[in-house]
C-alpha cells in the first residue's frame, strides 16, 4: 500500500514538472475551422489546442483522456453547437473538472448561437436518420458565417482577456476587412456555379450550397448517418438520368469510395472538398479553405 | 402589437383585479381562467415573434450574390447555447435488451471451483428472456451540479437502482466529487453500463471478482491533474454490503478504493489509458451462492483486491467510424482472510489468494460490423479449515477459464445484435454457449466515456 502510495506521487511529480509557466490565453477549440479563427484574432496572445482534424467525422469523436486533460487547463472552449458534438463533448465537459469552460460561462462559446440557422427540423424522429433538432451545424460551409462568428468571438475573447483587448480588436479589424474583401473575390469567382447541380455524400452542405447558389439534387447517404445500400446507390444512377447533376462531392474525411463508385457510373466528376481547414493541402488556413473549396467545384463544373 | 394586446389587457386586469379581492370562490377561479388566457396570449405573441424574427433573417440568408457587409455586421452576438437535450426536461432514455441463450450443460450447476461468488456471477437461465431493461435520467440540476439516475427492471418485476449520484460541476482544483449510488471507478470495465460493452456478458474475471459490477452507496472524489498528460487520481468510500464487501461493516462504511489514471495519444490514431486500483473491504457476513441462488456459505472477514488494466484503442487518423480496433485487458489479485462458514456448517479459518484477468481484442471491420475475441481466467489458492473437499472453496487443482468469440452488427448507434460462441470451462466440464442479443436504445443518447 504504502509502495502504491509512494508511486503514486512520484509519477504526479514527474507529471508536475511537465507543465509550462505561460500567460496566454488557452483556447480549446472543437474543430480546424475555429481553431484557426481564434488564431487569426488571438494571435501570440492565444494558445490554441485543435480537438479534431479535418480527417475526422466531428460527430463521431472518442471522448479520449488527452482531450480530458487538455480541457482541463482550458480557458475557452469553441465549439460548433447545434448538437454536432452531442457525442463526446458533455462527457469532455463534466470529467474536465473545469469549472470556467461550463456552458452558461463565458469560457464556452457555440459558434451556431451567432449565425441563421439552416435545415432546422419541425418534427425530429430518429426514423429520419441522424438528425439535429437545433438545425444543420455544418455552418462554416457558408465563409459568411465565419465573419459573424467572428464577431462575437471577438467580443469574447476580449472579455476574456481584456488586458489586450486592444489587441484582439486591431487584428480583428484587420481580419474583417480582409475576409470582405475575400469574400467579394470569391463570390465573384462562384458565379458560373449558381444553378449547379451536384450530388453531395452526406448532408453537410446547406449553407454553402445556399451561399454559392448551388442545388444539391440528392445525397448518397439515403438517411444523414445511415451508409448507403446498394439498392439506393442504383437508385440515384437511375435518377441521374432524368435529374443530371454535374458532379459529385464529399468531404475529407469521408469514405471516397461510394462518391467514386456513383460518379465513375454516371460519368461525372467526384470531388474531394476540404470541408475545413486542413482537409486538403491547399486549405491550410480559413483564407485556404475557400480558395481551394470555390476552385475545386469550379473546376469540376467545367469553369 | 405585443405593446396594444398588453395596452388593452391591463384596463382589464384592473377591472379584475378589486373584483377578485371582493373573492368569492367563482371570482378567483375566474381570475385564474383570466391568467391562464393572459398566458396564453402571451405564448401565441411570443411565438409570432419568433416566426417574426426568423423571416427576417431568412432574407439576409437566401440572397446568395449580396456583399455579405450588412449581414455580417447586424449580425449581433446572442449567445444562445443550443446543446441542451431538451430543455429543461432531464435526458431520458430506455435500453431495452433481450437475448436467446443456449448452453451445452445445465447453467443451473454452474460453478467456478474454488470461488465463493456473489448473487451475479453466473450467465443467467437458457432460452428466449429479456435482461434487465435500463431506463435512465440526467441532466445538470443547475450550475453546480450534475445528476444521473439509472433504473434498472429486471424481467422478475420490481426496480433496482443501479445508480442515483449527483456529481460536481465547477469545484476548484480540479476536483471532482460524486455522491450517492453510483458504479465504482475501479478498474476499466466496471464503471459502465452492460450496453456499451462489446461481448454480451461479462469476463469471467469480472464476475467471479467484482459479481459482474461493484457499485456502492457513499462518496467518491477525484483528482484531475493539470497536465497535459492525462493523470486523475479517485477514492471511494463505501457503505460496504456489495460484494466483494457485505454486511456494510464499520458503521456503514465497509469498503474504500483508490485508483489511478493515466492516458494519452500515440500519433493521431492511436490512444490509451492505463489504470491501478486498490479495493479494501471487510465482509460482515457476506454470502455467497451457487445459480439456483442457494446460499453455499457465509464469510467474514477482509477482502482486498488489486487491478491493473489498460486499454488501447486505434482508429485511422482518430476517425473510428468506419474502421477501429479496441484492445483492453484488466488483472486482478485478489487476497481473503477469515472466518467462512460453508451453508450448514460452523465458521471455520479460511486464507484465500485469488488471481485473474482477462484480455479482449475487438476489431470494427466496416461501418456497423465488429468481430471479437475474449479470454478470462481466474485461479485460486485457499488455505484453512474451512477448506473441505467438495465445498466451495476447494479449486478441484483446477484452473477456470472461458473463451467468447463475438460478431456485432449495429444499424445506428441505437440498435445493435451481437452474436457470441463461448467455450465455457469455469468448471470441470466443457461447456459450449451460443448466445444472440439485441440491445434498443431509445430516447436521448448521452455521449460515452473513452
Known amino acids: ?303 | 402589437m405585443r405593446k396594444q394586446i398588453l395596452a388593452w389587457l391591463l384596463p382589464c386586469m384592473l377591472v379584475a383585479a378589486p373584483v377578485a379581492q371582493a373573492a368569492s370562490v367563482e371570482t378567483t377561479d375566474e381570475l385564474k381562467t383570466l391568467k391562464e388566457q393572459v398566458r396564453l396570449l402571451q405564448q401565441k405573441i411570443d411565438k409570432m415573434e419568433t416566426r417574426l424574427q426568423a423571416s427576417e433573417k431568412q432574407p439576409a440568408a437566401a440572397a446568395p450574390a449580396e456583399p455579405v457587409v450588412q449581414a455580417a455586421e447586424s449580425a449581433q452576438p446572442q449567445n444562445t447555447t443550443r446543446s441542451d437535450a431538451n430543455v429543461f426536461n432531464p435526458q431520458i432514455s430506455m435500453v431495452l435488451n433481450g437475448s436467446y441463450r443456449a448452453f451445452s450443460h445445465n447453467p443451473a450447476t454452474f460453478a467456478v471451483p474454488g470461488f465463493a461468488l456473489g448473487d451475479s456471477a453466473g450467465l443467467g437461465d437458457r432460452g428466449f428472456g429479456i435482461n434487465e431493461s435500463e431506463l435512465n435520467f440526467a441532466a445538470n440540476v443547475d450550475n453546480l451540479f450534475y445528476a444521473d439516475s439509472t433504473l434498472s427492471l429486471p424481467r422478475t418485476g420490481g426496480i433496482n437502482v443501479e445508480e442515483a449520484y449527483f456529481q460536481t460541476l465547477a469545484l476548484p482544483a480540479g476536483l471532482t466529487v460524486k455522491a450517492g449510488r453510483f458504479f465504482s471507478g475501479i478498474g476499466y470495465i466496471n464503471q459502465f453500463h452492460p450496453h456499451h460493452d462489446d461481448f454480451i456478458d461479462r469476463s469471467l474475471a469480472n464476475r467471479v471478482f467484482l459479481n459482474s459490477t461493484f457499485a456502492g452507496d457513499g462518496i467518491q472524489v477525484r483528482w484531475l491533474a493539470p497536465t497535459d498528460t492525462y493523470f486523475e487520481l479517485g477514492s471511494e468510500l463505501l457503505r460496504g454490503d456489495r460484494y466483494p464487501g457485505g454486511g456494510a461493516a464499520l458503521r456503514g462504511a465497509g469498503s474504500w478504493d483508490v485508483f489511478a489514471h493515466v492516458g494519452g495519444d500515440v500519433g493521431f490514431s492511436n490512444s490509451w489509458r492505463a489504470g491501478l486500483s486498490w479495493l479494501s473491504t471487510k465482509p460482515l457476513g457476506r454470502s455467497s451462492f451457487d445459480n439456483t441462488g442457494a446460499v453455499t456459505g457465509t464469510f467474514d472477514g477482509n477482502s482486498q483486491l488489486l487491478i491493473g488494466d489498460l486499454v488501447w484503442k486505434w482508429a485511422p487518423n482518430g476517425n473510428p467510424y468506419d474502421t477501429n480496433f479496441k484492445f483492453q485487458t484488466e488483472l486482478f489479485q485478489q487476497q481473503e482472510k477469515g472466518m467462512f462458514a460453508n451453508a450448514g456448517s460452523p465458521a471455520a479459518s479460511y486464507s484465500g489468494r485469488h488471481w485473474g484477468g482477462y484480455a479482449e481484442a475487438v476489431y470494427q471491420f466496416t461501418h456497423g460490423w465488429d468481430i471479437g475475441i475474449r479470454h478470462s481466467e481466474v485461479f485460486a489458492r485457499n488455505t484453512g479449515a474451512a477448506v473441505v473437499p467438495g465445498s466451495v472453496l476447494d479449486t478441484l487443482g483446477f484452473r477456470p477459464k472461458r473463451t467468447s468469440l463475438v460478431l456485432g452488427y449495429a444499424n445506428s448507434e441505437f440498435s445493435r445484435f451481437r452474436l457470441q460462441f463461448s467455450r465455457d470451462q469455469s468448471r470441470p466440464v466443457t461447456d459450449n454457449q451460443v448466445a444472440l442479443q439485441y440491445l434498443m436504445l431509445i430516447g436521448a443518447h448521452g455521449a460515452h466515456q473513452f
Not at chain 1, 58 to 83: E, K, Y
Not at chain 1, 183 to 204: C, E, S, T
Open chain 1, 1 to 303: 500500500m504504502k509502495s502504491l502510495l509512494s508511486f503514486g506521487f512520484l509519477l504526479l511529480a514527474l507529471l508536475a514538472n511537465t507543465v509550462p509557466a505561460e500567460a496566454a490565453l488557452r483556447v480549446f477549440a472543437c474543430e480546424p475551422e475555429w481553431g484557426a479563427l481564434v488564431s487569426e484574432l488571438g494571435g501570440s496572445d492565444v494558445d490554441v489546442y485543435t480537438a479534431t482534424s479535418a480527417l475526422q467525422d466531428p460527430h463521431h469523436i472518442q471522448a479520449r483522456p488527452s482531450l480530458i486533460a487538455r480541457m482541463r487547463r482550458s480557458d475557452l472552449v469553441v465549439a460548433t453547437g447545434a448538437q454536432l458534438e452531442i457525442g463526446w463533448l458533455p462527457v469532455l465537459l463534466r470529467q474536465s473538472a473545469n469549472p470556467a469552460i461550463q456552458p452558461s460561462q463565458p469560457g464556452y462559446f457555440e459558434a451556431a448561437g451567432f449565425v441563421a440557422m439552416l435545415e432546422v427540423p419541425t418534427s425530429v424522429d430518429r426514423v429520419q436518420g441522424d438528425v439535429h433538432p437545433a438545425g444543420n451545424p455544418h455552418i462554416q460551409t457558408d465563409a459568411r458565417n465565419i465573419l459573424r462568428v467572428a464577431a462575437a468571438l471577438n467580443q469574447r475573447l476580449q472579455m476574456l482577456d481584456p488586458t489586450h483587448a486592444p489587441d484582439y480588436q486591431q487584428r480583428y479589424t484587420d481580419f474583417a476587412n480582409r475576409w470582405q474583401a475575400a469574400l467579394q473575390r470569391w463570390q465573384q469567382m462562384a458565379v458560373p456555379l449558381r444553378g449547379v447541380k451536384l450530388i453531395a455524400y452526406h448532408k453537410g452542405w446547406a449553407y454553402m450550397l445556399n451561399w454559392l447558389g448551388l442545388q444539391e439534387v440528392s445525397t448518397i447517404e439515403p438517411l444523414p448517418g445511415v451508409p448507403a445500400s446498394a439498392a439506393h446507390l442504383s437508385e440515384l444512377l437511375a435518377k441521374q438520368k432524368m435529374q443530371p447533376a454535374t458532379m459529385v462531392i464529399y468531404a475529407a474525411y469521408q469514405d471516397p469510395q461510394p462518391s467514386e463508385w456513383l460518379a465513375t457510373r454516371a460519368g461525372i466528376p467526384a470531388v474531394k472538398l476540404p470541408f475545413t481547414v486542413g482537409g486538403t493541402d491547399q486549405a491550410g488556413d480559413l483564407f485556404g479553405l475557400y480558395d481551394d473549396t470555390i476552385h475545386r467545384l469550379l473546376q469540376a463544373s467545367g469553369h
